[in-house]
């Protein structure tokens, strides 16, 4: 208990602490009915902040916390966060944890590898973004998603983000079709 503890530093325990609070003082005022969305918070900043250290039990969390957001958004057919947690958060989150698992840092497997972004890595993550949000767009606009551009924007940056996540490091396998000679 000790060694976790040591694991963050003050300032990320407070940054969690004050997210955990915020959360749980939303759901005091405005619900105090669905568990599952307070858990799904808390598993999701949770997630956030080991992977933000590039320990894989991030990863882990953020499975999970997809499944629940996924079942959660499904309950109030927001159909747009179904395809973007089911359809490529999670999936994203278990290619970059098994590729994480494969390249830890110096050994440790609480850490992984991380290196720059290459110019071929850059290029393909604009064209992969714009081909995205192109998709999802009308993907959300034929389910009638509600509030369609901020809808669209957070499947922007949720792919952008993963795309970030899985390709942080040196040996990425991820999209080796599509990389060029030069690199």
């Avoid at 959360?23 to 997630?47: C, E, H, K, P, Y």
Wanted: aromatic fraction near 18%; include cysteine.
């Amino acid at each position: 208990m000790k060694r976790f503890l040591n694991y963050f530093t003050t300032f990320e325990k407070l940054l969690w602490c004050a997210s955990v609070l915020m959360i749980t003082v939303s759901f005091i005022i405005f619900d105090r009915s669905n568990f599952l969305t307070l858990a799904a918070s808390i598993i999701g900043v949770t997630s956030l902040i080991f992977i933000a250290k590039g320990n894989p039990i991030g990863q882990i969390m953020m499975i999970i916390f997809s499944l629940f957001y996924g079942w959660i958004s499904f309950s109030y057919a927001y159909y747009g966060e179904i395809f973007t947690y089911l359809g490529m958060s999670l999936p994203m989150a278990a290619m970059t944890l098994v590729s994480w698992l494969k390249h830890p840092y110096e050994g440790k497997k609480s850490e992984v590898e991380v290196s720059s972004l290459s110019k071929g890595k850059k290029k393909i993550m604009v064209i992969l973004t714009v081909v995205v949000t192109a998709a999802f767009y009308f993907i959300l606009k034929y389910f009638n998603t509600a509030n369609l551009i901020p809808s669209t924007i957070s499947v922007t940056t949720s792919f952008v983000a993963a795309y970030l996540t899985f390709t942080s490091f040196q040996s990425t396998p991820s999209f080796s079709f599509l990389r060029s000679k030069k690199q």
